[in-house]
């Protein structure tokens, strides 16, 4: 397997890292998704979704042919957002190659955003005005992906 699919604040890029060394494989996140993600609209995005790709640079409805470039490497551990969306998901299984899918509890999940937003110096308003709509989001994503594996 060489594709980590993370839920935000999952400790995934820890995750990505690690699996790289245990495997001697090089580990990158999400350089290529931000370059797709740029020439993405997100306001075509399913709302839930971008509660998530507001805050993110690397989350989109990423293209198949990069999930198929993810899955099927064998030098590289990738990791990276992938929406749980029916497009996502055909992708990658077309791709028939294993994927790690990394889920949190989405309150812990959310608890981590929290924590690094007042590190980075949001006033307390600002989170807690965004963290109904966040909780949702994460919700969402984590049951979309425990339904699809």
């Known amino acids: 397997c060489y594709l980590l699919v993370a839920m935000p604040q999952s400790s995934s890029t820890s995750t990505m890292e690690s699996l790289g060394g245990m495997g001697c494989l090089q580990?990158?996140?999400?350089?290529?998704?931000?370059r797709a993600c740029r020439r993405h609209n997100t306001s075509q995005l399913d709302p839930v979704?971008?509660?998530?790709?507001?805050?993110?640079?690397?989350?989109?409805?990423?293209?198949?042919a990069l999930l198929t470039k993810y899955s099927?490497?064998?030098?590289?551990?990738?990791k990276d957002h992938v929406l749980p969306t029916l497009q996502s998901i055909r992708a990658l299984l077309a791709a028939r190659r294993p994927v790690v899918v990394?889920?949190?509890?989405?309150?812990?999940?959310?608890?981590?955003?929290?924590?690094?937003?007042?590190?980075?110096?949001?006033?307390?308003?600002?989170?807690?005005?965004?963290?109904?709509?966040?909780?949702?989001?994460?919700?969402?994503?984590?049951?979309?992906?425990?339904r699809a594996i």
């Open 27 to 34: 580990a990158e996140s999400s350089l290529l998704s931000k």
């Open 102 to 146: 990394l889920l949190r509890k989405p309150v812990a999940a959310l608890h981590g955003w929290c924590e690094r937003r007042l590190r980075e110096g949001w006033q307390l308003s600002a989170i807690t005005e965004r963290a109904a709509a966040r909780l949702a989001a994460l919700v969402a994503y984590d049951r979309a992906w425990r």
């Open 72 to 78: 099927s490497s064998n030098s590289t551990v990738f």
């Open 49 to 64: 979704w971008k509660v998530l790709a507001d805050e993110h640079s690397h989350v989109c409805q990423l293209p198949a």
